[in-house]
Structures are given as structure tokens and as C-alpha cells.
């Protein structure tokens, strides 16, 4: 077998190699965030099924879901967390129940309520991560407003078709208005994924996006897609990405 000399110099790929290896995560001090941290996902569908798998997993101390549907058959092939069973029943409750047990430290708490430009400020309040897995635009822009009032970092996403969307709006940062224009958008029918249908892996593939943006969000790990849109589009096995604002 061959050795390398140790004053031979190491190859491009054999020093990102290593680097990988032995590329530290987030530590003790992380996980100590996680475990103090409060994070809100609002929606429970979908996109937020495998989200929200993996946040649980991860152990904040308080995962709040504000959802008020209820869970309906052929939803099921996308919104993993949901059974036969639990057919009519609010998603958010449902959600509570089944991740409870993946967060015996922490509270999981399943809010069936819709949000509105009423009521976000009060639902999202003590966040230190609000996530917006909704889908219609009116509910999208009451989130990204409340948390531009409460100074609280927004992970965002979408799913429509084989589409999919997924970034970061932090403090002075981009915003809801860099990626849609809110009057046509709000003007128009827009793309839902009950009308148009969603391709249950993309649910899976920006879920789990979002997921890590939270985590690295939490503990201060990593480079989060502030200011940069993340696109995927799985009918084209395409993903890129965007710059947004200024």
C-alpha cells in the first residue's frame, strides 16, 4: 500500500477531504440552544410533515404548529404524520400527539387556529424561529409581517406541483416582497397544491431544507439563505439558487 510522505503536500481533494471529516457541527453549546430555543411552524401539511419530523428530532425545547384544518384522505400520500384514523381531526393536534414522544424534554404544542394579520403578532410572539410552511399568499404575508414587527428570523417555503421554494428572512435582511409582488400575487388565484396536486418527494426534499436553516438558525452553525432563494424544480432534477434584495 502506498503512503504518503508526511512533507509530501496534500492534493486539492485530499484536503477537503479531511476538512469534512473533520468539520465540527454545533456542540454541546448547540444543543444547548436547541434545548432552550421555542420554535413556531405555522402550517402542518405537506411541507411541514417531514419539517417537522426532523425539528422534533432535533429536541427544541418548545415546538409550537398553528394549523386550524383537519386532516383529509387524500392528503395522506404527502402529510406523513397523519393515518387513516385521524381522518377529521385538527392536523395540529394530531401533529402535537405524534411528536410528543420524539421530545421528552421538551413541549410540543398543536395550535388549531388560522392565523391572520390579527392574531400573528400573538401567536408568533416568543419565537426565536418562526417557519412558514403555509399556502396562500394572505396567511404568507401575515406571518412575514408579524415577524418584521417582532424582530424574529422567518425560514420560508412552498410546494406546488414540482416546485419548490425555500429561504430565510432575517432583521434587516431580505424580505416576503423580494420574491412575489404582493399585489399580483394577492390579486390573482395563485398555485395550490390541492388544485394543481404536489409531488409528495419535493415535500420531503424543501422540508428538510427548511429544517436545517432553523437548526443552523438556532445554533448559530453554518451560512443560512439569507438573502438567497433556494429553487428546486424536480420535474427538471434542478435546484439553484437566487439572490435577493439588494
Avoid at 428530532?57 to 387513516?84: C, F, K, S
Wanted: proline residues 5%.
Amino acid at each position: 500500500m502506498h503512503h504518503k510522505h508526511p512533507d509530501q503536500p496534500d492534493s486539492p481533494g485530499a484536503r477537503a477531504e479531511r476538512q469534512f471529516r473533520h468539520r465540527p457541527l454545533w456542540g454541546q453549546a448547540g444543543i444547548d440552544r436547541l434545548a432552550s430555543s421555542t420554535v413556531t411552524v405555522v402550517g402542518a401539511g405537506g411541507l411541514a410533515c417531514p419539517l417537522l419530523t426532523l425539528l422534533a428530532a432535533a429536541e427544541p425545547g418548545v415546538l409550537r404548529i398553528i394549523d386550524d384544518d383537519v386532516v383529509e384522505r387524500h392528503n395522506l400520500a404527502r402529510q406523513t404524520l397523519y393515518r387513516e384514523a385521524d381522518l377529521g381531526d385538527r392536523k395540529a393536534v394530531v401533529a402535537a400527539g405524534v411528536l410528543q414522544p420524539m421530545m421528552p424534554c421538551g413541549t410540543v404544542a398543536g395550535i388549531a387556529e388560522t392565523i391572520t394579520a390579527d392574531n400573528a403578532d400573538r401567536l408568533l410572539g416568543g419565537s426565536d424561529v418562526v417557519v412558514d410552511t403555509s399556502d396562500n399568499w394572505p396567511t404568507r404575508f401575515a406571518v412575514a409581517d408579524a415577524c418584521t414587527r417582532l424582530g424574529l428570523a422567518l425560514v420560508w417555503g412552498s410546494v406546488v406541483a414540482f416546485d419548490g421554494m425555500c429561504t430565510v428572512f432575517v432583521p434587516g435582511g431580505a424580505t416576503i416582497d423580494d420574491v412575489v409582488d404582493r399585489d399580483s400575487v394577492l390579486a390573482a388565484p395563485g398555485r395550490q397544491g390541492g388544485v394543481e396536486g404536489t409531488f409528495s418527494p419535493l415535500c420531503g426534499q424543501v422540508g428538510s431544507a427548511m429544517a436545517g436553516e432553523v437548526v443552523k438558525l438556532v445554533t448559530g452553525t453554518g451560512t443560512i439563505l439569507d438573502r438567497r432563494l433556494q429553487v428546486w424544480d424536480t420535474a427538471d432534477s434542478t435546484v439553484r439558487l437566487i439572490t435577493l434584495g439588494r
